[in-house]
């Protein structure tokens, strides 16, 4: 079980509105503000109101009336991923940035506060330390070699307490081959316009995250029996519970007949406080699928809110449903609220709210 950390204040910029989000922080060396940087052409948000704390505890506030989603294309190939015309450093033995060692398999990154920027890096990442950035990198397993059993390409690394991280304007991807299990998971971290894909699931947040302005897709079943989600919530992470993650404005696609887009299943644990605010989701058995208890584990305080779903004949669906066998299949989940058709506007499905 993890230590309860400190107060961490990480600030998300974009084009002048400030997300604050208050989360653990990491007891010992003293917690600092991260702003990530905001690509130039990329999402860019307001003029809106100033938006509230994402993640005070124990509860995420409501989103302000009136809100917008941001002022760009949905995340897609030009506006996902490392910027174009970036200049990426090959990683090998003789370039290995500062506070990370090399094993030729998986980077591994063992400073606090280390930032990883321009690099395309043949293999896994391994972030064992605290407040971590990635940015405009390439990270890319080719061949199934990965460090651990987890199968994950970016690995925040729970058996590391305080391990956290920002991923940016990255891409990143497996081998589309069976060892490959995830893209990103399983801790805190916060992903900006990033462009995963080609595993067998995308994202795994099982903690304090936020998943932003990003492109998720490409979930091959490479064994003929997985079980494909863009990004599904286990409730696995910290302290054996998911606490407040935010996916918002994101385009998660699962071309697999099975699961989902989006799968919150608290096998492993509580899943409380998310928010889906604003994506759109294409594919997957059910678009949406989960919730409600499992192993004797809950999910509370759920809010799906202004997402959209694709559909054929729409280019680019893969099902006349949303998913293989429908839109949603949520258990109970606190709020439905604004959700339609990609193509149309209509209702997917009805508003509703828990009891």
Same mark, same amino acid.
């Given at each position: 079980m993890r230590k309860r950390w400190a107060l961490l204040a990480v600030v998300v910029v974009a084009a002048g509105v400030t997300w604050k989000v208050a989360r653990p922080g990491h007891a010992g060396a003293g917690a600092r503000p991260v702003q990530p940087h905001v690509a130039h052409g990329r999402c860019t948000y307001g003029p809106a109101p100033e938006p509230p704390t994402l993640y005070p505890f124990p509860t995420i506030p409501a989103v302000p009336e009136g809100w917008p989603l941001p002022s760009c294309d949905p995340p897609g190939p030009t506006n996902?991923?490392?910027?174009? +015309?970036?200049?990426?450093t090959a990683l090998d033995a003789d370039h290995v940035p500062v506070g990370a060692t090399w094993d030729g398999i998986a980077l591994y990154v063992h400073q606090d506060g280390a930032t990883i920027e321009g690099y395309d890096i043949p293999g896994a990442v391994v972030i064992q330390a605290s407040d971590v950035t990635l940015r405009d990198d390439r990270v890319t397993v080719t061949e199934d070699r990965?460090?651990?059993?987890?199968?994950?390409v970016i690995l925040v690394d729970y058996n590391h307490p305080g391990a956290s991280g920002i991923v940016e304007d990255t891409e990143a991807s497996g081998s589309n081959g069976k060892a490959c299990g995830v893209v990103i998971g399983f801790s805190d971290f916060l992903l900006l316009?990033?462009?995963?894909h080609s595993c067998g699931d995308i994202v795994h947040p099982n903690g304090y995250n936020l998943i932003q302005d990003s492109w998720l897709h490409d979930t091959p079943d490479a064994t003929g029996d997985d079980h494909n989600d863009a990004l599904q919530i286990t409730g696995g992470g910290d302290q054996h519970s998911s606490v407040n993650v935010t996916i918002l404005h994101n385009k998660l696609e699962n071309q697999e007949?099975?699961?989902?887009?989006? +799968?919150?299943?608290?096998?492993?644990?509580?899943?409380?406080?998310?928010?889906?605010y604003g994506n759109i989701l294409n594919g997957?058995?059910?678009s949406l699928y989960g919730g409600g208890a499992s192993h004797g584990h809950h999910t509370?305080?759920?809010r799906i809110i202004d997402n959209r779903w694709m559909r054929l004949p729409q280019p680019g669906a893969y099902f006349a449903k949303g998913g293989a066998s429908?839109?949603?299949?949520?258990?109970?989940?606190?709020?439905?609220?604004?959700?339609?058709?990609?193509?149309?506007?209509?209702?997917?499905?009805?508003?509703h709210r828990g009891s």
């Open positions: 996902t991923g490392v910027p174009a +015309g970036t200049t990426l990965f460090p651990t059993a987890d199968g994950a316009r990033d462009n995963f007949g099975e699961v989902s887009a989006i +799968g919150l299943g608290p096998d492993q644990g509580d899943i409380r406080n998310v928010l889906i997957g058995g059910y509370t305080n759920t429908g839109p949603v299949a949520a258990d109970d989940p606190d709020t439905l609220q604004g959700n339609v058709w990609d193509d149309t506007g209509q209702p997917a499905f009805p508003d």
